[in-house]
């Protein structure tokens, strides 16, 4: 499956472990008053900055989970997931999975580890951040992968299928396959500046159309 990862300037939200499992329960921003977040000390902390307002389902994103004991930092995790939820309505609640971790850093040792998901433990309030990656390697986190820029400064990872193109689609820059090539070619639409040799299908007229340079012509076939 397709995954889009996205670095945005600023986005954060509080959060707890899950009993046996490496996934963390969204707690919202409300929980970070009092903390050391940036915004532990705000007199009102804005929805619309929590994590759960700028992911949808199945986007991967890079994150930092830390933990702090007093004034330090205890442990702090860098890594890459993605959202989930359960329930519905007042019941719903969200979650998020950590994929993989880039490193870890603890009061114990400024070494970083690589490639292990930490194990926090449960009641302890998490802060989760958003991260843009400031080493180039890490922009390659997840195989067959390509980092590019569609807003500037920040990178987006575009993960790619077997036997697909790379290509902008709907201000996107992402993997195409066959089967959305193929409706990109025979979409009927006029380009707004052809090349040419194009070729196009024309839905009305019911066949392919070639550009000569001027303008679209059916094709005509040998066997016609």
């Known amino acids: 499956m397709r995954k889009r990862m996205t670095a945005t300037t600023f986005a954060t939200t509080a959060a707890i472990a899950v009993k ?9 921003v409300e929980y970070l008053k009092g903390t050391k977040s940036v915004l532990g000390k705000a007199q009102v902390i804005p929805e619309d900055v929590c994590i759960t307002k700028r992911f949808k389902k199945e986007e991967n994103f890079f994150y930092t989970a830390t933990l702090y004991s007093g004034n330090q930092i205890d442990t702090q995790e860098v890594g890459v997931g993605e959202l989930y939820s359960k329930g519905r309505g007042k019941n719903r609640k969200f979650y998020l999975r950590r994929e993989k971790s880039l490193y870890i850093i603890t009061s114990k040792s400024q070494n970083k580890t690589r490639g292990e998901i930490h ?3 449960g009641g302890q309030t998490i802060i989760i951040e958003t ?3 400031q080493l180039f390697n890490d922009l390659f986190v997840k195989p067959f992968s390509i980092p590019c820029s569609i807003d500037a400064h920040l990178p987006t990872i575009v993960e790619l299928q077997e036997n697909c193109l790379v290509g902008r689609l709907d201000d996107i820059i992402q993997s195409i396959d066959k089967y959305e090539l193929w409706s990109i070619l025979t979409s009927g639409k006029c380009p707004s500046k052809p090349v040419k040799g194009s070729i196009r299908y024309n839905d009305e ?3 392919f159309e070639g550009y000569d340079g001027d303008r679209w012509r059916s094709l005509l076939w040998g066997d016609e």
């Not at 046996?20 to 919202?28: A, R, T």
């Open 20 to 28: 046996n499992s490496e996934d963390l329960e969204i707690l919202g």
């Open 205 to 207: 007229a019911t066949c």
């Open 119 to 121: 194990e926090f433990k």
């Open 131 to 133: 991260y843009i990656p």
